[in-house]
């Protein structure tokens, strides 16, 4: 899947079915099912998961919960815009799928 593609997907009624649980967080939040988002995101306790739930603090305004999030996910916390940090994150996972195909 490409980063256009899962903008595209946007517009379905549900995530893309081959969605990793944090995509599939990042396709709730961008729908505005902010509940959903939340609960993919700590259904999976992986380094991406983690990244997401720091962003997801961070857009509903929770500074201190978001640094800690960010210590967990291994990461400085974002400076830029949400938008800016949920393309970054979006494209890490991409990018993180295309290593963990070419290695199976």
Do not use: Q
């Amino acid at each position: 899947m490409t980063f256009d593609a899962f903008v595209r997907s946007l517009a379905e009624p549900a995530p893309p079915p081959d969605c990793e649980v944090a995509l599939r967080a990042l396709w709730y939040d961008a729908n505005g099912r902010t509940d959903s988002a939340v609960a993919a995101a700590e259904f999976d306790t992986g380094h991406l998961c983690r990244r997401v739930r720091a962003y997801l603090h961070r857009k509903a305004g929770d500074t201190g919960n978001a640094e800690l999030w960010y210590w967990r996910a291994g990461t400085t916390p974002w400076v830029g815009s949400l938008e800016d940090e949920w393309a970054d994150i979006v494209h890490t996972i991409l990018a993180e799928r295309v290593v963990a195909n070419a290695y199976t």
